[in-house]
């Protein structure tokens, strides 16, 4: 209830969803640049599932602040990335990152279609086996027999 | 009063499924035509009392009675009609009366127009429809009543989310609803399949129409939802990899696949346990979306007011539904004979491929999905999977399935060749490989994916039209000719092509939105020019004023290219007097070639300068375009004759070859 | 053989999902890890709100004791319905209670609500820019970290405290930061 109470107020409404706003923007266009791609890769964590570069909240904008003035201090693109997750943990990624614990997470749609041309193979390879398999396996039942006189009767004629 | 009898309609029909639920499956089980005929009756009467109960709803919620709870908490007297209209849906309890209306709804349709169905499997279909309407009404009568009461009733209501109220999210869940529950009717002829044993290509054929239906209603509800994201949201994206988003489009991935490969079961008595199974996972993510939209497991913007213990029981619904098909899968899938073969590089073997696509990517997007749940569930911690993984993943998956679009359709069925097939589109592979070396011409080498996916788009549309114009023999016989057979084309054809082509046009429009969007955010003050995408943007001032049920700020833009006006814009920043929350309208202008998009943000100082964006997005009315040309191929085949004469009369004395592979 | 073990595929996969949702209707997906817990804490020098211009508050001020900082706002309404029982903890002075006046618009918010409803820090810092916040890697008021005499991060409370709490899950933490027996 009272994460409720809290969550509502910090919830930021993707509607007002403006972003970043020309007062934060660095005025180095290629460092502006950086800002925004890692904006884009970090999480806002207290809005539904937006990254900080679209949120309009203000964790949201005082995080792309940061990111920004620990570039303009020198910090190359991983280490800025670093910082955030040191604080807020890998939650904060929005390309989750490759590590034993998501292990199966990157390697699973391999795994997937390894597992599908598998089962691809082996559908194919039964039923090669099915085609080469002699007809004759089975006798045949009163109906068809009467079936094969009256096919051979009507070929005679 | 309107909502007891909602209320006392609701627990009728609850009962009457039950009864729909048990009386016709008992029937089927013992021969009796009695039984069985009561499927009819029974499905309609449900349908008649859910649409009772929900006409209840809608009357509370326009009369704004604020006696009910559910009007209290959504509604608000000072609402335009259709947003308390849509208000009914627009929260957890309606939208689940909404979801049993809709199963009402197919169950009596296919009990008013299944008459060529034979009774035993229309029993068993219809009551395991009812069944499913059984678990619903329990969950909604046991944990979420839209007619609860409350007393002392308060004068007004609480208002619906500003967000809601527009026209096109007012229609987007009924539409998705009709898709997503529609594949119950897939599901309930898959189970009686099961139960009865078999699967021929007269169950194919009979359980087409309403697989087409809800996929139909799928993609036009997602592509709705998209489009209001893109022109609601602010800043031009229409995609967010958000797992409800996720939720609807695992559906519509595996309810492709089942179009699919249904064919293969028709036209050649095989892949019948896979079609089985993908009518009963479609469905099935279905349900495991309702779950977690509904009990919390997820963050995500669509979320409704989470509640553990509405979590608990749709868990067990999905148990007992999901558990209980795939059990009786596992018993009973095995009996299934398929009698045709084929070799891997055939028509069949191109729709094994793109149901492996389908499937590969499916399953890769429920993955993302729920990892984060599964991964704290074991203790491993919080990650979240946004759409940079989507985007890694998904992309290589469907690149292949386009390229074998285009050429699928050439080869024929059981066995073929795939020279021959790629020799007959070297134009379209010529005309390919122009497009991209023109688009890298124009936009340069960023992003290369930009360039792919046009390229891409560009093979299937070809591709499917040589194939078309191959089989009208076009510049091959006279003219008239070709046009005597493009009109004897049957529909499930056109369809085929056209739905094709509307993808092409889609994955274009995608193209061009995603790799070359052109954004400009500055500071403006009436009079100021910016150039965006080769258009120049002139801000032209803001003015305040009011709304139905809000009060705005307008900032209007004069948009021109080469000198010439080519129109003006203005977009909205409003606030809503209820709830007082904000939101923003922006101000399109939808050409072919692009949208012209504009947003006013806040004032900046006190000079009537204001912070602006300003966006170029090429081509984006291309990926509604499309899903809507898709939805329209989509209903094009459903007219098709095989629908509708009598389907083919089962041989009950049907000889199965010996040596005929297991399913 | 192999063949009922690919139809009965589906369902295991399927009950193993189910296991796993049953699992996670438990948890709060928003609920982040703690972490700072067992690292110091992280550096920061905040200026005073208005009222308290003597002092202002430092990452610094927490070496020697064991101390709480409280993260709050005047716009926090769960903040209002934890503080009297943070007033109650001032007065029996079991634990020093810092805070930091975290993203006030205006400078006269945070003195002014701490006027009306009681000051119970010892040392208070303006944070209107998150500085602090971030560095803590907070995510919603109210919040609260134990902070041990060595400053290092011991312990972190997301939500209102309250007397339940406190004897629940707070002092037990203490109670092992300051082993029974010692003074």
Same mark, same amino acid.
């Given at each position: 209830?009272?994460?409720?109470?809290?969550?509502?107020?910090?919830?930021?409404?993707?509607?007002?969803?403006?972003?970043?706003?020309?007062?934060?923007?660095?005025?180095?266009?290629?460092?502006?640049?950086?800002?925004?791609?890692?904006?884009?890769?970090?999480?806002?964590?207290?809005?539904?599932?937006?990254?900080?570069?679209?949120?309009?909240?203000?964790?949201?904008?005082?995080?792309?602040?940061?990111?920004?003035?620990?570039?303009?201090?020198?910090?190359?693109?991983?280490?800025?990335?670093?910082?955030?997750?040191?604080?807020?943990?890998?939650?904060?990624?929005?390309?989750?990152?490759?590590?034993?614990?998501?292990?199966?997470?990157?390697?699973?749609?391999?795994?997937?279609?390894?597992?599908?041309?598998?089962?691809?193979?082996?559908?194919?390879?039964?039923?090669?086996?099915?085609?080469?398999?002699?007809?004759?396996?089975?006798?045949?039942?009163?109906?068809?027999?009467?079936?094969?006189?009256?096919?051979?009767?009507?070929?005679?004629? | 009063?309107?909502?007891?009898?909602?209320?006392?309609?609701?627990?009728?029909?609850?009962?009457?499924?039950?009864?729909?639920?048990?009386?016709?499956?008992?029937?089927?089980?013992?021969?009796?035509?009695?039984?069985?005929?009561?499927?009819?009756?029974?499905?309609?009467?449900?349908?008649?009392?859910?649409?009772?109960?929900?006409?209840?709803?809608?009357?509370?919620?326009?009369?704004?009675?604020?006696?009910?709870?559910?009007?209290?908490?959504?509604?608000?007297?000072?609402?335009?009609?259709?947003?308390?209209?849509?208000?009914?849906?627009?929260?957890?309890?309606?939208?689940?009366?909404?979801?049993?209306?809709?199963?009402?709804?197919?169950?009596?349709?296919?009990?008013?127009?299944?008459?060529?169905?034979?009774?035993?499997?229309?029993?068993?279909?219809?009551?395991?429809?009812?069944?499913?309407?059984?678990?619903?009404?329990?969950?909604?009568?046991?944990?979420?009543?839209?007619?609860?009461?409350?007393?002392?009733?308060?004068?007004?209501?609480?208002?619906?989310?500003?967000?809601?109220?527009?026209?096109?999210?007012?229609?987007?869940?009924?539409?998705?609803?009709?898709?997503?529950?529609?594949?119950?009717?897939?599901?309930?002829?898959?189970?009686?399949?099961?139960?009865?044993?078999?699967?021929?290509?007269?169950?194919?054929?009979?359980?087409?129409?309403?697989?087409?239906?809800?996929?139909?209603?799928?993609?036009?509800?997602?592509?709705?939802?998209?489009?209001?994201?893109?022109?609601?949201?602010?800043?031009?994206?229409?995609?967010?990899?958000?797992?409800?988003?996720?939720?609807?489009?695992?559906?519509?991935?595996?309810?492709?696949?089942?179009?699919?490969?249904?064919?293969?079961?028709?036209?050649?008595?095989?892949?019948?346990?896979?079609?089985?199974?993908?009518?009963?996972?479609?469905?099935?993510?279905?349900?495991?979306?309702?779950?977690?939209?509904?009990?919390?497991?997820?963050?995500?913007?669509?979320?409704?007011?989470?509640? #553990?213990?509405? +979590? *608990?029981?749709? =868990? $067990?619904?999905? /148990?007992?539904?999901?558990? %209980?098909? @795939?059990?009786?899968? &596992?018993?009973?899938?095995?009996?299934?004979?398929?009698?045709?073969?084929?070799?891997?590089?055939?028509?069949?073997?191109?729709?094994?491929?793109?149901?492996?696509?389908?499937?590969?990517?499916?399953?890769?997007?429920?993955?993302?999905?729920?990892?984060?749940?599964?991964?704290?569930?074991?203790?491993?911690?919080?990650?979240?999977?946004?759409?940079?993984?989507?985007?890694?993943?998904?992309?290589?998956?469907?690149?292949?399935?386009?390229?074998?679009?285009?050429?699928?359709?050439?080869?024929?069925?059981?066995?073929?060749?795939?020279?021959?097939?790629?020799?007959?589109?070297?134009?379209?592979?010529?005309?390919?490989?122009?497009?991209?070396?023109?688009?890298?011409?124009?936009?340069?080498?960023? #992003?290369?994916? +930009? *360039?792919?996916? =046009? $390229?891409?788009? /560009?093979?299937?549309?070809? %591709?499917? @039209?040589?194939?078309? &114009?191959?089989?009208?023999?076009?510049?091959?016989?006279?003219?008239?000719?070709?046009?005597?057979?493009?009109?004897?084309?049957?529909?499930?054809?056109?369809?085929?092509?056209?739905?094709?082509?509307?993808?092409?046009?889609?994955?274009?429009?995608?193209?061009?939105?995603?790799?070359?969007?052109?954004?400009?955010?500055?500071?403006?003050?009436?009079?100021?020019?910016?150039?965006?995408?080769?258009?120049?943007?002139?801000?032209?001032?803001?003015?305040?004023?009011?709304?139905?049920?809000?009060?705005?700020?307008?900032?209007?833009?004069?948009?021109?290219?080469?000198?010439?006006?080519?129109?003006?814009?203005?977009?909205?920043?409003?606030?809503?007097?209820?709830?007082?929350?904000?939101?923003?309208?922006?101000?399109?202008?939808?050409?072919?070639?692009?949208?012209?998009?504009?947003?006013?943000?806040?004032?900046?100082?006190?000079?009537?300068?204001?912070?602006?964006?300003?966006?170029?997005?090429?081509?984006?009315?291309?990926?509604?375009?499309?899903?809507?040309?898709?939805?329209?191929?989509?209903?094009?085949?459903?007219?098709?004759?095989?629908?509708?004469?009598?389907?083919?009369?089962?041989?009950?004395?049907?000889?199965?070859?010996?040596?005929?592979?297991?399913? | 053989?192999?063949?009922?073990?690919?139809?009965?595929?589906?369902?295991?996969?399927?009950?193993?999902?189910?296991?796993?949702?049953?699992?996670?209707?438990?948890?709060?997906?928003?609920?982040?890890?703690?972490?700072?817990?067992?690292?110091?804490?992280?550096?920061?020098?905040?200026?005073?709100?208005?009222?308290?211009?003597?002092?202002?508050?430092?990452?610094?001020?927490?070496?020697?004791?064991?101390?709480?900082?409280?993260?709050?706002?005047?716009?926090?309404?769960?903040?209002?319905?934890?503080?009297?029982?943070?007033?109650?903890?001032?007065?029996?002075?079991?634990?020093?209670?810092?805070?930091?006046?975290?993203?006030?618009?205006?400078?006269?918010?945070?003195?002014?609500?701490?006027?009306?409803?009681?000051?119970?820090?010892?040392?208070?810092?303006?944070?209107?820019?998150?500085?602090?916040?971030?560095?803590?890697?907070?995510?919603?008021?109210?919040?609260?970290?134990?902070?041990?005499?060595?400053?290092?991060?011991?312990?972190?409370?997301?939500?209102?405290?309250?007397?339940?709490?406190?004897?629940?899950?707070?002092?037990?933490?203490?109670?092992?930061?300051?082993?029974?027996?010692?003074?």
């Amino acid at each position: 209830m009272r994460h409720i109470a809290v969550s509502l107020l910090l919830v930021a409404f993707p509607q007002a969803a403006f972003g970043v706003n020309p007062s934060e923007m660095l005025s180095d266009p290629a460092l502006e640049l950086r800002a925004r791609e890692i904006s884009k890769e970090l999480r806002c964590v207290v809005c539904q599932n937006q990254s900080i570069d679209e949120s309009d909240a203000t964790l949201a904008r005082d995080l792309r602040v940061l990111v920004r003035e620990r570039l303009a201090a020198g910090d190359d693109d991983q280490g800025v990335i670093d910082y955030v997750v040191s604080r807020y943990g890998d939650f904060v990624l929005l390309r989750p990152p490759v590590k034993g614990a998501t292990l199966a997470l990157w390697g699973g749609p391999i795994a997937i279609v390894l597992f599908a041309l598998i089962a691809v193979f082996v559908f194919f390879r039964r039923q090669r086996q099915t085609a080469k398999a002699p007809i004759a396996a089975t006798p045949l039942n009163e109906q068809e027999r009467q079936r094969l006189q009256d096919l051979l009767a009507e070929k005679e004629h | 009063m309107t909502a007891e009898i909602g209320h006392f309609a609701l627990v009728l029909a609850l009962f009457v499924a039950v009864a729909q639920a048990s009386l016709p499956l008992i029937g089927a089980h013992r021969g009796d035509p009695g039984w069985m005929a009561l499927a009819k009756p029974t499905a309609i009467l449900q349908f008649a009392l859910v649409a009772v109960a929900f006409a209840c709803l809608t009357h509370v919620f326009v009369t704004s009675d604020f006696s009910v709870v559910n009007v209290v908490s959504n509604s608000h007297t000072d609402k335009p009609l259709l947003y308390k209209i849509s208000g009914v849906w627009g929260n957890h309890e309606g939208s689940l009366l909404l979801w049993v209306l809709i199963l009402a709804i197919f169950g009596a349709a296919v009990a008013v127009f299944g008459a060529n169905l034979p009774p035993a499997l229309k029993a068993r279909v219809l009551s395991i429809q009812a069944m499913i309407a059984v678990g619903f009404y329990l969950f909604m009568l046991l944990t979420s009543n839209p007619f609860d009461r409350i007393f002392p009733p308060p004068l007004n209501g609480r208002g619906l989310n500003p967000l809601l109220q527009d026209p096109g999210l007012a229609i987007h869940p009924p539409m998705l609803y009709l898709g997503y529950v529609g594949f119950s009717m897939a599901f309930s002829f898959a189970i009686a399949a099961l139960i009865e044993g078999r699967v021929d290509a007269a169950w194919a054929r009979w359980v087409r129409p309403w697989t087409l239906a809800a996929w139909c209603f799928l993609t036009g509800g997602i592509a709705l939802g998209s489009w209001w994201a893109y022109y609601e949201l602010g800043w031009g994206g229409w995609w967010f990899w958000d797992p409800v988003e996720n939720a609807s489009f695992m559906p519509w991935l595996a309810g492709t696949a089942l179009l699919h490969s249904s064919t293969v079961v028709e036209k050649r008595d095989t892949l019948k346990g896979w079609t089985i199974l993908l009518a009963i996972i479609t469905f099935s993510l279905s349900l495991l979306g309702t779950f977690l939209v509904r009990s919390g497991v997820l963050t995500s913007v669509h979320a409704f007011a989470t509640d #553990p213990t509405r +979590g *608990v029981f749709i =868990l $067990a619904l999905l /148990v007992i539904v999901i558990g %209980g098909s @795939l059990a009786l899968f &596992a018993w009973r899938g095995p009996k299934l004979v398929s009698t045709g073969l084929f070799q891997p590089v055939s028509r069949e073997g191109g729709l094994l491929f793109n149901n492996l696509v389908m499937a590969t990517a499916c399953a890769a997007v429920l993955l993302g999905t729920l990892y984060p749940l599964l991964l704290d569930a074991l203790g491993g911690g919080k990650v979240s999977v946004g759409p940079p993984f989507f985007n890694t993943v998904l992309i290589p998956l469907m690149i292949p399935m386009i390229a074998a679009m285009a050429v699928g359709p050439f080869l024929s069925w059981k066995r073929s060749d795939l020279m021959p097939a790629l020799r007959r589109l070297r134009i379209a592979l010529v005309l390919t490989i122009v497009a991209a070396i023109v688009t890298y011409a124009v936009h340069g080498d960023e #992003p290369v994916l +930009g *360039v792919v996916a =046009l $390229a891409m788009a /560009v093979w299937l549309g070809t %591709g499917v @039209l040589t194939e078309l &114009a191959e089989r009208i023999r076009l510049f091959r016989s006279p003219l008239s000719e070709s046009f005597r057979r493009l009109g004897r084309l049957p529909r499930a054809s056109w369809g085929m092509t056209i739905g094709h082509l509307g993808l092409a046009i889609t994955i274009a429009g995608m193209a061009g939105a995603g790799a070359w969007k052109v954004e400009s955010i500055q500071v403006m003050k009436p009079g100021d020019k910016v150039t965006v995408g080769g258009y120049e943007y002139r801000f032209t001032g803001a003015k305040a004023g009011k709304g139905p049920n809000y009060k705005f700020v307008g900032g209007q833009f004069t948009v021109s290219r080469h000198g010439r006006e080519i129109t003006k814009l203005t977009s909205e920043k409003r606030v809503y007097n209820v709830s007082q929350q904000p939101t923003t309208e922006a101000g399109i202008h939808t050409t072919w070639r692009g949208d012209l998009y504009a947003v006013i943000g806040d004032a900046e100082g006190s000079g009537g300068a204001f912070v602006t964006r300003l966006y170029f997005n090429p081509l984006v009315v291309w990926i509604w375009a499309g899903t809507l040309i898709m939805v329209f191929a989509g209903a094009l085949s459903l007219t098709d004759r095989r629908h509708r004469v009598g389907a083919p009369h089962r041989k009950s004395s049907a000889v199965s070859l010996p040596g005929a592979q297991e399913a | 053989m192999n063949k009922r073990l690919m139809f009965t595929l589906p369902l295991m996969v399927f009950l193993i999902l189910a296991g796993y949702f049953a699992v996670g209707l438990t948890k709060d997906p928003k609920k982040l890890p703690n972490m700072l817990k067992g690292k110091p804490v992280p550096d920061f020098a905040l200026k005073p709100i208005k009222g308290r211009d003597d002092k202002g508050f430092a990452s610094t001020d927490l070496k020697g004791e064991t101390s709480l900082v409280n993260i709050f706002g005047s716009w926090c309404v769960a903040c209002q319905i934890e503080h009297p029982f943070l007033m109650k903890l001032k007065a029996e002075g079991a634990v020093p209670i810092h805070g930091i006046d975290w993203r006030e618009e205006d400078p006269d918010a945070g003195p002014d609500w701490l006027n009306k409803h009681g000051d119970p820090y010892a040392l208070v810092g303006d944070d209107p820019r998150s500085k602090a916040a971030i560095a803590f890697g907070v995510t919603g008021a109210p919040e609260t970290f134990v902070v041990d005499g060595d400053g290092v991060v011991r312990f972190k409370y997301v939500g209102p405290l309250n007397a339940d709490i406190w004897r629940d899950v707070i002092e037990p933490v203490l109670r092992q930061i300051k082993p029974p027996g010692a003074s």
